[in-house]
């Protein structure tokens, strides 16, 4: 076995406690019902055999076929409850599951390099984990019943006729065997069938993306191409799968009927007197509960193959998950909403501070020192590609660095994430707007914002303007990421944000890149009113911007450089 597929074995293991009581339930039933099906199998003989060897009247027998009935209907209604119970502690440790690898998601920074591509995400959170479903569900309680059941029946009958007995106890633990044989690169076909989903939902959640761009370099016939051969690389493992797993079910069928009719042909041979391996007479009655028996002994196993290829699945699904999201682990990241704040402006400290691109090959800024006093602004400058946004990220929490940062004297490290976020905001170069109005794209910084005070921040990032014009104002309905709305327009929504938070310590990105110098000096007004009392670093390529605050800071070459800049002076950097 594989380390990795012994790795997601532990996991499943750890996975199966969180469905408490129903598993075990799950599992015990169909025990009890198939301890049921022995009594069950045995009346009936019974009453066969009084009935045609003994001739006893039918009333007599009718409180014995009363009982077979009612066997039956217990045996039923086990099965049935044994179902739910699995059905239901599958779908809890998939919930627990899904909240836990989205907290997660969530919780580390979406900054890091190994971040997962959003398609193979999903697929890890939905798809990877429905395919659980049939481990928990069904194969756990089916291969207790195959490690047990069939044991406990040869033990049974051993004693009855020990020619039944040794056949059952020799072929039941051989089909398993074989089976194995026969499945042997079983585990490693669905691995790679499940590799072959992720890269697929990948790929496509990608392209959907990109459509656009796709579309305008006219390489859409190239990536349906492309998609094609994902599917058909999908297509031919998961028949590679089944492939496998119609081998090893044929295997078990084969066996299994060989070993039912080597039962009955004992039986029949031994009747007319062909066979004389038992010391005592056959009865109808024995005969008949070994006859009964012998495909029952094999069921389990059936149940087993059957659901066989869930357990693949499962370990597949895990190693998937693992290696899209990491490792399953029991502490699960608490997430909470970041706690309401003060306003108070924040210092910060930067002491040999080095950061590199994300790919850890280039240094950015080595060594720098920094130090802003609360309620202090700053502009960052520098040319494109330097490094100011990697420098506002890793401010804000986002980013590795070297050296220490510290806000109010305490390392990023030790903030806790929410305080963090309570007390911080960033407005990131292209901030992301959802599929959803104006208004609940800005209430998003503060969930249950009023109205007014919604209508108030729109006004004061200059949105009111250009949503005065749109057919439902605030209320219009805007497409994924911003579809729509002009860079500007965007840009603004977004800076909105801002004003319904109450942060200590503000850090934007060129946040008036897409604007004309007349909104540029109107936002930066409206900025520069909230941001008195808080701390204030603003990445720019924009001179007027810079020189309305209160120092500059310049990354040349690898270093940060104070610069003067006079009020008068405006362009670009
Ligand atoms: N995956 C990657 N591997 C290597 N380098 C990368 C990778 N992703 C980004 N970079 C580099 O990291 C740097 C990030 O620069 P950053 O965005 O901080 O610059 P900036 O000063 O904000 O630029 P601008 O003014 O254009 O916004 C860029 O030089 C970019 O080329």
């Not at 194995?180 to 990948?202: E, I, K, M, N, Y």
């Not at 038992?278 to 009655?285: C, H, I, K, M």
């Not at 609360?374 to 804000?396: E, M, N, R, W, Y």
Request: glycine share 8%; net charge neutral.
């Amino acid at each position: 076995m594989t380390k990795q597929a012994k790795s997601a074995g532990k996991t499943l293991s750890r996975l199966q406690r969180r469905a408490g009581a129903s598993l075990w339930w799950a599992i015990a039933l169909p025990l009890v019902s198939g301890g049921l099906l022995v009594w069950q199998a045995a009346t009936l003989a019974h009453v066969v055999g009084q009935a045609v060897e003994s001739r006893v009247e039918l009333t007599a027998l009718l409180p014995s076929l009363a009982l077979i009935l009612a066997l039956m209907g217990a045996r039923a209604l086990f099965s049935g409850i044994g179902d739910w119970l699995g059905t239901r502690g599958a779908e809890a440790i998939k919930q627990a599951l899904r909240q836990d690898l989205l907290a997660g998601l969530l919780a580390r920074s979406p900054r890091r390099q190994d971040q997962p591509h959003s398609g193979a995400a999903v697929t890890a959170i939905i798809d990877q984990v429905e395919a659980l479903d049939g481990y928990f569900a069904r194969y756990i309680p089916a291969a207790a019943q195959a490690a047990l059941l069939p044991l406990v029946f040869g033990a049974i009958i051993l004693p009855l006729d020990w020619v039944a007995g040794t056949l059952f106890l020799v072929s039941a633990p051989l089909i398993p065997l074989f089976m194995a044989l026969v499945g042997w690169g079983a585990q490693a076909a669905t691995d790679r069938q499940a590799q072959a989903l992720s890269r697929l939902s990948g790929r496509f959640a990608d392209r959907l993306r990109g459509l656009l761009t796709l579309k305008l370099f006219g390489r859409e016939a190239a990536e349906t191409d492309g998609i094609m051969l994902a599917s058909e690389n999908l297509r031919r493992r998961t028949l590679r799968v089944l492939g496998i797993a119609f081998l090893s079910s044929a295997v078990l069928e084969f066996f299994a009927a060989l070993g039912v009719a080597g039962v009955a042909l004992y039986l029949g041979l031994t009747f007319i007197d062909f066979l004389h391996l038992r010391s005592s007479p056959l009865t109808l009655e024995l005969a008949l509960f070994l006859l009964l028996m012998a495909p029952e002994v094999y069921n389990p196993l059936r149940l087993l193959a059957a659901h066989y290829h869930d357990r693949a699945a499962a370990k597949a699904a895990v190693a998937e998950i693992e290696a899209q999201l990491g490792f399953l682990t029991d502490g699960v990241p608490t997430l909470s909403d970041a706690a309401p704040c003060l306003g108070r402006a924040l210092a910060v400290t930067l002491s040999g501070v080095t950061l590199r691109t994300p790919d850890h090959q280039r240094v950015l800024v080595e060594n720098i020192e920094l130090d802003i006093a609360p309620g202090q602004h700053i502009a960052l400058l520098g040319p494109s590609g330097q490094g100011k946004s990697t420098l506002l990220d890793a401010i804000a929490g986002l980013r590795t660095h070297e050296g220490d940062i510290l806000l109010d004297g305490k390392p990023l490290g030790d903030w806790p994430e929410h305080h963090l976020r309570a007390r911080t905001f960033l407005l990131t170069q292209r901030p992301r707007l959802l599929h959803a109005s104006l208004a609940d794209n800005i209430a998003l910084a503060r969930p249950g914002a009023s109205r007014r005070d919604i209508e108030t921040a729109a006004e004061r990032a200059s949105v009111m303007p250009f949503a005065a014009a749109l057919p439902y104002g605030l209320d219009t309905i805007i497409g994924e990421d911003g579809l729509g709305l002009s860079g500007g327009q965007a840009q603004r929504v977004a800076l909105a944000r801002l004003f319904l938070r109450d942060a200590g310590l503000i850090l934007l990105d060129e946040p008036t890149a897409h604007l004309d110098p007349a909104l540029e000096a109107e936002i930066m007004s409206a900025l520069l009113a909230y941001a008195r009392g808080r701390t204030l670093i603003v990445a720019t390529h924009s001179h007027a911007a810079a020189a309305q605050l209160d120092k500059t800071w310049r990354i040349a070459g690898q270093s940060l450089v104070p610069v003067a800049i006079s009020a008068k002076r405006k362009g670009v950097a």
